[in-house]
Nanobody, 131 residues
Framework: QVQLVESGGGLVQAGGSLRLSCATS????????MAWFRQAPGKEREFAAH????????SYADSVKGRFTISRDNAKKTVYLQMNSLKPEDSAAYYC????????????????????????WGQGTQVTVSS
């Protein structure tokens, strides 16, 4: 498993921006697919964004598409989530996740948009958007 540490969460007004970071000291970071999930109180953890090992392919949940951007810097062993035009419904704990065994087949257990596809998780960082 990979040790992941998120940072960058906080309180922001609706329409504002935040940038989350997820860092690791894992030497083989560049071989991992990475994702951000989020979980609001009383709700299930949901997929937000995914980036493949090289950064050449990304995917987003419909709810964040056009507002959030995932990126990675393999030299710094860090993945980012730039969040713009934030809405109160974006309020949640945001979790970084890593996997070296991701499938892009929606029927697979380790599908990239499923939490089951990831075996390493950070501790989470809280994002609160006020109206």
């Amino acid at each position: 498993q990979v040790q992941l540490v998120e940072s960058g969460g906080g309180l922001v007004q609706a329409g504002g921006s935040l940038r989350l970071s997820c860092a690791t000291s894992q030497r083989t970071f560049s071989s991992y697919s990475m994702a951000w999930f989020r979980q609001a109180p009383g709700k299930e953890r949901e997929f937000a964004a995914h980036i493949n090992w090289s950064g050449s392919w990304t995917s987003y949940a419909d709810s964040v598409k056009g507002r959030f951007t995932i990126s990675r810097d393999n030299a710094k062993k860090t993945v980012y989530l730039q969040m713009n035009s934030l809405k109160p419904e974006d309020s949640a704990a945001y979790y970084c996740a890593a996997s070296r065994d991701i499938s892009y087949d929606a029927s697979a257990t380790n599908y990239y948009a499923s939490a089951r596809g990831y075996d390493s998780w950070g501790q989470g960082t809280q994002v609160t958007v006020s109206s």
